[in-house]
């Protein structure tokens, strides 16, 4: 029996009231399930929500932190979530939880919070080796070596017992890296006047070679006074003379043009330890093809009285001529070197100066 509702008009059959229903419940949104995760909390939590306001709702919930002023973007590129895009995203997207001031620009903040975490170093060192394994992309294993680089790098570590691995092989009178780095300079340094010694020795004729070993002498002065430059490779030298910054790091100092060195600072301070020549000079090997011939050809000419020390001093022995070069760079074709012949006594020295400037001593030279 049909029956008039009240309020008048025809109640609809049964269904037609089925279906209405169906299209009711048809624009409801099921929940999306999305990775949460913090700021700072990198447990990522599986919440599902039907719209942005519930996702916002139960994270805080989650998370203990104020809805006011909450929000929520994107882990990859830090992308702010609106009402619009969260319907675009695919399920199980992962997104970060944010309140306040903070700021999310990508997963590049997880890579700086890497290079930063000094308490799980080691653990970051071991995961790196063991992606490092397995990866054969060039572009990843590129990656994860630079990561390696950095992780493992302890340069700024300065005595024995914040590096052993450092000091392996170095003589234990060698307590910090500075002491032995200036250790290490002030003996190439050293050699170099050997070598300027060894060439005078040789010399055929008694008189000219009398007249080289006052020179030697007089350079040899000049060095003790200058205690061997060992500034150069101290990093914990105040003046201006020293190759390496604070952190013990050393830069190759060939033309930017020509320079094949690693665009990453290389550290000579490891490889000086092993033998290695990275931190070589470009003119080591200038010096008995060009300057002690020079030299030579000054004493025979002028005599030890009237050579221009100032001037072969600071191609011998300072950074002068001195350039240090990463040893892919290292040229070892005869260099192009020549010496001044105008500068080889003292008389073509300025008349105006009595005394030289070597590193942060003047000496005065007769």
């Known amino acids: 029996m049909f029956v008039r509702p009240p309020g008048g008009g025809t109640r609809p059959p049964r ?22 995760r913090g700021l700072r909390d990198a447990t990522k939590r599986g919440v599902a929500a039907a719209d942005l306001r519930e996702l916002l709702e139960k994270g805080c919930a989650l998370f203990r932190i104020p809805l006011k002023g909450s929000r929520v973007c994107t882990y990859d590129d830090g992308t702010e979530v609106t009402d619009e895009y969260f319907e675009t995203l695919p399920g199980n997207t992962t997104l970060v ?3 306040g001031d903070e700021a999310w620009s990508g ?13 799980h170093s080691h653990r970051l060192v071991e995961a790196a080796k063991d992606l490092m394994c397995g990866e054969r992309s060039p572009r990843r294993r590129k990656v994860l070596g630079d990561l390696l680089l950095h992780l493992e790098d302890s340069s700024e570590a300065e005595e024995r017992e914040e590096d052993e691995g450092w000091f392996h092989g170095v003589d234990a009178r060698f307590k910090t890296k500075s002491a032995y780095m200036k250790y290490s300079c002030e003996n190439r340094i050293r050699n ?6 060894s060439f005078g020795k040789s010399i055929a004729k008694a008189t000219v070679r009398a007249e080289f070993m006052k020179t030697t002498t ?27 910054t604070r952190e013990g790091w050393f830069t190759c100092q060939r033309s930017t043009r020509t320079c094949a060195a690693p665009s990453t600072p290389s550290t000579p301070t490891a490889a ?14 200038e010096k008995k093809r060009t ?12 005599r030890s009285d009237g050579v221009n020390l100032k001037y072969f001093y600071q191609l011998l022995f300072t950074r002068e001529n001195l350039k240090l070069v990463h040893i892919v760079c290292h040229d070892k074709a005869p260099h192009r070197l020549t010496c001044d012949g105008r500068k080889f006594s003292k008389a073509s020295a300025p008349r105006n100066k009595c005394s030289v400037s070597i590193g942060r001593k003047r000496l005065r030279v007769k």
């Open 97 to 99: 939880l944010l309140s």
């Open 107 to 119: 997963f590049v903040c997880d890579i700086a919070r890497l290079l930063c975490a000094d308490a």
């Open 272 to 285: 000086e330890r092993a033998g290695s020549s990275s931190a070589r000079g470009t003119w080591t090997t």
């Open 291 to 302: 300057v002690i011939p020079a030299l030579l050809e000054a004493v025979r000419d002028h």
């Open 218 to 244: 007089g350079l040899a002065a000049l060095l003790k006074s200058n205690k061997y430059h060992g500034c150069y490779f101290d990093r914990t030298d105040e003046g201006t003379e020293r190759l390496c």
């Open 15 to 36: 269904h037609a009231r089925r279906r209405k229903g169906s299209a009711m419940s048809g624009l409801r949104r099921h929940p999306k399930p999305v990775k949460l």
């Open 192 to 197: 170099y006047m050997k070598e300027v010694v």
